[in-house]
C-alpha cells in the first residue's frame, strides 16, 4: 500500500535556526514527490515538485531534496513568516489521486 | 484570475441534514478532487473525478456524495449519513492525476 510519513509532526525553532523536515514515502512507481505550504484555515500553496532522485529544487529559505525513500524540506535562517504546516505528498504509477503525509507544524520565534 | 473557488467559507449542518459544498474552477483542468482535514490527521481523500461524468472513490467516501457534470464544477454533498462531518473541507483541480493540485481556500463544516 502506498505511504507518507513525515516527520517530526511539530517543530519549533529559534529564528535563524536551520532545520529540515522528513517525507519518508512507499509507493508504486514514483511519479512525483510534491511540497505545499499551509497556513491555518487556508487551503495549501504548491512549494515544489521532485520527480527523481538527486533532484534539488530551492525558493527563498526553503530547499528540498529527493532520495529513493525520503524527501527532506531544508529550511535555512528560518523567519517568523516561515511558521506554518508543511505538507508532502505522492503521486503514483497507477495515476490515482495525490497520497499526502499529515504534516509538520513549523513555529518559528524571534 | 484564474483560480479555484470553494463556497460557503463557513457551514452549518443540523441533526438529519443534507449539505451541498460548492467548487468551482476555471484553469481548465481535467480532474477535481475533495479532501477533507480534521486535526492532526493530514487531508484524506473523499472523492475525485478525472473527467466529465465520471469519478472514484476515495479512502473516506462513506457518507459523501458527489456528481461531475461539467468540467469547471465539482460539488460535495455531505449526507444525513455521515455521522461525523465537523471538518475542514477542501476542493482541488489538476491538469492530470500525476500533476501538482491548485488548492481552494476551504469550507469549515460544523455541526449545529
Known amino acids: 500500500e502506498d505511504q507518507v510519513t513525515q516527520s517530526p509532526e511539530a517543530l519549533r525553532l529559534q529564528e535563524g535556526e536551520s532545520s529540515s523536515l522528513n517525507c519518508s514515502y512507499t509507493?508504486?512507481?514514483?511519479?512525483?514527490l510534491f511540497w505545499y505550504r499551509q497556513d491555518p484555515g487556508k487551503g495549501p500553496e504548491f512549494l515544489f515538485t521532485l520527480y527523481s532522485a538527486g533532484e534539488e529544487k530551492e525558493k527563498e529559505r526553503l530547499k528540498a531534496t529527493l532520495t529513493k525513500k525520503e524527501s527532506f524540506l531544508h529550511i535555512t535562517a528560518p523567519k517568523p513568516e516561515d511558521s506554518a504546516t508543511y505538507l508532502c505528498a505522492v503521486a503514483n504509477q497507477a495515476g490515482t489521486a495525490l497520497i499526502f503525509g499529515k504534516g509538520t507544524t513549523l513555529s518559528v520565534s524571534s | 484570475d484564474g483560480g479555484i473557488t470553494q463556497s460557503p467559507k463557513y457551514l452549518f449542518r443540523k441533526e438529519g441534514q443534507n449539505v451541498t459544498l460548492s467548487c468551482e474552477q476555471n484553469?481548465?483542468?481535467?480532474?477535481m478532487y475533495w479532501y477533507r482535514q480534521d486535526p492532526g490527521q493530514g487531508l484524506r481523500l473523499i472523492y475525485y473525478?478525472?473527467?466529465?461524468?465520471?469519478?472514484q472513490k476515495g479512502d473516506i467516501a462513506e457518507g459523501y456524495s458527489v456528481s461531475r457534470e461539467k468540467k469547471e464544477s465539482f460539488p460535495l454533498t455531505v449526507t444525513s449519513a455521515q455521522k461525523n462531518p465537523t471538518a475542514f473541507y477542501l476542493c482541488a483541480s489538476s491538469f492530470r492525476t500525476d500533476e501538482k493540485l491548485f488548492f481552494g481556500s476551504g469550507t469549515q463544516l460544523s455541526v449545529l
Open positions: 473525478s478525472q473527467i466529465v461524468n465520471d469519478f
Open positions: 509507493v508504486s512507481g514514483l511519479r512525483g
Open positions: 484553469l481548465n483542468h481535467d480532474a
